[in-house]
């Protein structure tokens, strides 16, 4: 049982016997990228998780490193959050776009690396938030002002 609760497994999705497996809302998994325990409770986690624990129990070298993820939708909000940031981990927060008319994308940064965001009322952004997430991990920095710009492409903001 992993501290916090929840069932601790590795990477692999594995827990510490090596016939027991867990996945979705129960498992409590070492993410990789991330390098920290996480139990990411929510609906992409379960649908993912599953085909990755089955690949490990046959054999297959599996790092289960999706970027974490969920969807909501409130009223007319719509929203999609990637990443991780709980509070304490991030010193700046980024709007792209208008809070007021409620279409916007929030990032949270440590560092100028983009450790999360949020996508409230826009769309096909995902793909490209979780990019900058990902190259975030390995210390890529971003430049606030270019990720707040709309009219940059979110795929240009790390080019010079
Ligand atoms: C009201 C609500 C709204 C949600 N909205 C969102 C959302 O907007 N976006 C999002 O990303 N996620 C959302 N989620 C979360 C998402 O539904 C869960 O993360 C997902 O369903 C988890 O899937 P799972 O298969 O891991 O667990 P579950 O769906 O909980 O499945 C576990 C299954 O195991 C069964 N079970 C338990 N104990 C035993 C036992 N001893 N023996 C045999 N079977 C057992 C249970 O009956 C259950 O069927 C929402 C959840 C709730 C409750």
């Known amino acids: 049982r992993a501290h916090g609760g929840g069932v601790a497994v ?3 999705l594995r827990t510490s ?6 996945a979705g809302d129960v498992a409590a998994a070492h993410h990789p990228l991330l390098d920290t325990r996480l139990r990411v409770e929510h609906w992409a986690n379960a649908l993912n998780g599953g085909p990755a624990a089955a690949r490990a129990m046959l054999g ?3 790092a289960y490193d999706r970027v974490p993820y969920f969807f909501s939708d409130q009223y007319d909000l719509g929203l ?4 991780w940031a709980p509070p304490g981990s991030y010193d700046q927060v980024v709007l792209r776009g208008d ?9 949270w940064l440590r560092e100028r690396r983009v450790l999360a ?24 920095q971003v430049d606030p002002d270019r990720l707040a710009d709309p ?6 903001v790390t080019r010079p």
């Open 10 to 12: 590795d990477a692999s």
């Open 17 to 22: 016997d090596p016939d027991v497996f867990a």
């Open 60 to 62: 297959q070298e599996t």
């Open 80 to 83: 999609e959050y990637s990443g």
């Open 99 to 107: 809070a007021g008319k409620r279409e916007f994308i929030a990032f």
């Open 117 to 140: 965001g949020m996508n409230v009322n826009v769309w096909d952004v995902t793909e490209a938030i979780q990019d900058l997430i990902r190259a975030g991990t390995k210390g890529v």
């Open 151 to 156: 009219s940059i492409p979110l795929g240009d």
